[in-house]
């Protein structure tokens, strides 16, 4: 069976962009459907825990916040959407507090509790205890449900953008729609739209050891629709993810350093001094190369995190979440250091957009972690990544007020059906091991620490992958787990080639064969039509 059906805005993405673009879509009188891969409460946005930047303090100012992005994104800034991004932290914090989320505060309620994280020179971070995701989340998701004007499409899976082009019609090249699985009734869908927008978050899911299983979807799928990607290189990784042999990797706040906990060598030295002045409040790049090099040099598999010179009832009421994931695991963060390793966490690169969040193909938007806007450069700075979800969420959903007309309150007659989809119900009991093998080679070889011979290396061993998928690919029939698959290769492929154009190291990106920044920083915008021209020009 195959549905059709047609929608003014379709949003993918559950997660704090797509939801919040959602509402304010809706509440501008619009009517967006959200589509998600799974339930709301499995997304990255729900299990941020450090919280939101903005300049609310005192002691702080926008010209504070705009420098130390800066400066943390090492000269591939745009200064421009810097200074966007952080103009709209106070207001977004407020909009979220007006729909009902309780960000922790002190002086008896009187003002925001503000925290500090790493690269910060002023405490900025908004936080709800050290369950900031959970907290915003659980109210964006309960007004999102009862909104009477949002249609939440759950469980499904978006095999394709649909542009004017592939299917022939008149015109610039468009996107006109999605053909999705509904995974739970093995249904093929056709949503058509007017607009569409990305909200479909990173692909750190790439890596073995990662804070989240994001596999880069949206980015895959606009780079297929001819969408320029940029900056793939610059992946982030979280210096302080719990290390518990054969679990996954789970993240350990930020904000413990910023209330003063120290890294330490296995035998109890504190090792950050001989690093960065700034010790364990430097960026994370830096965090984690630290982290990297004391493993390498002493021969061990972690170090250590200890904030257990703090008063433990301090302990207790900052970090309740952190504390009782460790106690589950054996650990009690009052008493003793506990292991942490870094972990792949954050995607800086992706979808090219604008200031508005228009990308390369029209009426195709894109909000979060899966957009390249420039706010974030080379390094992403700590508790930007929600700050800049909130903030082109009310951009990109501006942006399509301007141009959407509020529809109708009667149904929309969708178009004729142009293809014909369908399940493919044949045993790919390969894929999963080849995921394992796919994280494996970026992890060994596309990792923190690169070199010209490991990138050369992935190269070829992601191009096997890519020649295994394309042999199983059967272009009529859909099997999300074969999608997925190739989407990850795609990115992986993305994040590799990207690398190695950069003949140099900045901010994320660290290459031994260079090891210095370059004279001229610049983005790596790669153009699928631009790669395949080279390839062809190659053969």
Same mark, same amino acid.
């Given at each position: 069976m195959h549905r059709n059906s047609q929608h003014p805005i379709l949003i993918v993405g559950g997660g704090i962009a797509g939801l919040s673009t959602a509402l304010r879509l809706a509440d501008a009188g619009h009517r967006p459907?959200?589509?998600?891969?799974?339930?709301?409460?499995?997304?990255?946005?729900?299990?941020?825990?450090?919280?939101?930047?903005?300049a609310m303090g005192p002691e702080d100012s926008l010209s504070h916040h705009q420098a130390d992005t800066v400066q943390a994104g090492a000269g591939l800034c745009h200064s421009d959407v810097v200074r966007q991004v952080v103009s709209e932290g106070p207001e977004c914090i407020r909009w979220l507090e007006g729909h009902g989320v309780q960000f922790t505060r002190r002086n008896g309620g009187a003002e925001l509790h503000l925290t500090r994280e790493g690269g910060h020179s002023r405490r900025r971070i908004v936080h709800a205890d050290d369950a900031t995701g959970r907290a915003v989340m659980g109210v964006l998701a309960q007004r999102v449900r009862r909104h009477p004007d949002i249609e939440l499409l759950e469980n499904r899976f978006?095999?394709?953008?649909?542009?004017?082009?592939?299917?022939?019609?008149?015109?610039?090249?468009?996107?006109?729609?999605?053909?999705?699985?509904?995974?739970?009734?093995?249904?093929?869908?056709? $949503?058509?739209?007017?607009?569409?927008?990305?909200?479909?978050?990173?692909?750190?899911?790439?890596?073995?050891?990662?804070?989240?299983?994001?596999t880069g979807d949206g980015i895959a799928m606009a780079w297929r629709a001819g969408c320029?990607?940029?900056?793939?290189?610059?992946?982030?990784?979280?210096?302080?993810?719990?290390?518990?042999?054969?679990?996954?990797?789970?993240?350990?706040?930020?904000?413990?350093?910023?209330?003063? *906990?120290?890294?330490?060598?296995?035998?109890?030295?504190?090792?950050?001094?001989?690093?960065?002045?700034?010790?364990?409040?430097?960026?994370?790049?830096?965090?984690?190369?630290?982290?990297?090099?004391?493993?390498?040099?002493?021969?061990?598999?972690?170090?250590?995190?200890?904030?257990?010179?703090?008063?433990?009832?301090?302990?207790?009421?900052?970090?309740?979440?952190?504390?009782?994931?460790? $106690?589950?695991?054996?650990?009690?963060?009052?008493?003793?250091?506990?292991?942490?390793?870094?972990?792949?966490?954050?995607?800086?690169?992706?979808?090219?957009?604008?200031a508005g969040g228009g990308t390369d193909l029209q009426n195709l938007y894109a909000a979060g972690e899966v957009s390249c806007t420039g706010l974030h450069g080379a390094n992403r700075l700590a508790s930007n990544s929600l700050l800049e979800a909130l903030a082109f969420a009310k951009s990109v959903s501006a942006r399509i007020g301007e141009h959407v007309r509020r529809p109708e309150r009667g149904r929309q007659r969708p178009p004729a059906w142009v293809g014909s989809f369908e399940i493919d119900r044949r045993d790919h009991a390969? *894929?999963?091991?080849?995921?394992?093998?796919? $994280?494996?080679?970026?992890?060994?070889?596309?990792?923190?620490?690169?070199?010209?011979?490991?990138?050369?290396?992935?190269?070829?061993?992601?191009?096997?992958?890519?020649?295994?998928?394309?042999?199983?690919?059967?272009?009529?029939?859909?099997?999300?787990?074969?999608?997925?698959?190739?989407?990850?290769?795609?990115?992986?492929?993305?994040?590799?080639?990207?690398?190695?154009?950069?003949?140099?190291?900045?901010?994320l990106h660290y290459n031994t064969d260079y090891p210095r920044p370059g004279p001229l920083p610049r983005d790596s915008a790669l153009s699928l039509a631009r790669v395949r021209a080279q390839q062809a020009a190659s053969r």
């Amino acid at each position: 069976m195959h549905r059709n059906s047609q929608h003014p805005i379709l949003i993918v993405g559950g997660g704090i962009a797509g939801l919040s673009t959602a509402l304010r879509l809706a509440d501008a009188g619009h009517r967006p459907a959200v589509v998600t891969k799974t339930a709301l409460s499995e997304t990255a946005s729900y299990n941020a825990q450090g919280g939101i930047a903005a300049a609310m303090g005192p002691e702080d100012s926008l010209s504070h916040h705009q420098a130390d992005t800066v400066q943390a994104g090492a000269g591939l800034c745009h200064s421009d959407v810097v200074r966007q991004v952080v103009s709209e932290g106070p207001e977004c914090i407020r909009w979220l507090e007006g729909h009902g989320v309780q960000f922790t505060r002190r002086n008896g309620g009187a003002e925001l509790h503000l925290t500090r994280e790493g690269g910060h020179s002023r405490r900025r971070i908004v936080h709800a205890d050290d369950a900031t995701g959970r907290a915003v989340m659980g109210v964006l998701a309960q007004r999102v449900r009862r909104h009477p004007d949002i249609e939440l499409l759950e469980n499904r899976f978006v095999a394709n953008l649909l542009t004017s082009q592939r299917l022939g019609l008149a015109g610039p090249n468009r996107c006109v729609g999605l053909t999705l699985i509904d995974t739970a009734s093995g249904t093929v869908e056709t $949503r058509w739209t007017d607009v569409a927008v990305l909200a479909t978050g990173g692909a750190s899911g790439v890596y073995r050891h990662a804070t989240n299983g994001s596999t880069g979807d949206g980015i895959a799928m606009a780079w297929r629709a001819g969408c320029r990607i940029s900056n793939m290189e610059f992946v982030q990784f979280h210096p302080s993810c719990l290390h518990v042999p054969g679990s996954r990797a789970i993240l350990i706040t930020e904000a413990l350093r910023g209330e003063g *906990a120290r890294l330490l060598l296995p035998d109890g030295t504190r090792f950050m001094a001989r690093h960065d002045e700034r010790l364990e409040l430097a960026p994370r790049d830096v965090v984690s190369r630290a982290i990297v090099h004391e493993m390498s040099a002493e021969g061990c598999d972690h170090v250590l995190l200890d904030i257990s010179h703090k008063p433990a009832a301090e302990i207790r009421r900052r970090f309740p979440n952190i504390l009782a994931t460790c $106690r589950a695991f054996g650990f009690d963060l009052t008493a003793e250091p506990i292991p942490v390793v870094p972990a792949a966490h954050y995607t800086c690169g992706g979808v090219v957009t604008d200031a508005g969040g228009g990308t390369d193909l029209q009426n195709l938007y894109a909000a979060g972690e899966v957009s390249c806007t420039g706010l974030h450069g080379a390094n992403r700075l700590a508790s930007n990544s929600l700050l800049e979800a909130l903030a082109f969420a009310k951009s990109v959903s501006a942006r399509i007020g301007e141009h959407v007309r509020r529809p109708e309150r009667g149904r929309q007659r969708p178009p004729a059906w142009v293809g014909s989809f369908e399940i493919d119900r044949r045993d790919h009991a390969w *894929a999963p091991a080849c995921t394992a093998e796919l $994280r494996r080679i970026m992890w060994e070889h596309v990792g923190i620490v690169r070199t010209r011979e490991s990138l050369a290396e992935a190269a070829v061993l992601l191009g096997d992958l890519q020649r295994r998928i394309d042999d199983a690919r059967d272009n009529r029939r859909l099997h999300p787990d074969l999608l997925e698959l190739e989407n990850m290769v795609a990115v992986s492929r993305l994040i590799a080639e990207s690398a190695a154009r950069r003949h140099e190291s900045r901010g994320l990106h660290y290459n031994t064969d260079y090891p210095r920044p370059g004279p001229l920083p610049r983005d790596s915008a790669l153009s699928l039509a631009r790669v395949r021209a080279q390839q062809a020009a190659s053969r």
